[in-house]
Nanobody, 123 residues
Framework: QVQLVESGGGLVQPGGSLRLSCVASGSISSIGFVGWYRQAPGKERELVAS???????NYADTVKGRFTISRDDGRKMAYLQMNNLKPEDTAVYYCREGVLVTISTGFVHREFWGQGTQVTVSS
């Protein structure tokens, strides 16, 4: 089994910064897609930033220039650096990864979500 655990959320004032982390554990052969999503109260979950294995990076227009996604596959870590935070960034943030899982008969590709970490931007 594979688990993703996010950390780094919290309460921050507008203009502040937070760095979210996502650590993967379990029978992982390799990690492909890495994405950060968020869900605000009453809204649908949306993609914030993504970084497939080829390194191509995409950001939602609302966070371009403020957020930076990165990954350290050797440590099975993914990060989201969030700068110049705004109240509208308030949400639960989730990481999602496409993982090649080692099983008894070989490998299987699965996608996993973390449990989420709350980010609140307020004065």
């Amino acid at each position: 089994q594979v688990q993703l655990v996010e950390s780094g959320g919290g309460l921050v004032q507008p203009g502040g910064s937070l760095r979210l982390s996502c650590v993967a554990s379990g029978s992982i052969s390799s990690i492909g897609f890495v994405g950060w999503y968020r869900q605000a109260p009453g809204k649908e979950r949306e993609l914030v930033a993504s970084m497939p294995a080829d390194g191509t990076i995409n950001y939602a227009d609302t966070v371009k220039g403020r957020f930076t996604i990165s990954r350290d596959d050797g440590r099975k870590m993914a990060y989201l650096q969030m700068n110049n935070l705004k109240p509208e960034d308030t949400a639960v943030y989730y990481c999602r990864e496409g993982v090649l899982v080692t099983i008894s008969t070989g490998f299987v590709h699965r996608e996993f979500w973390g449990q989420g970490t709350q980010v609140t931007v307020s004065s």
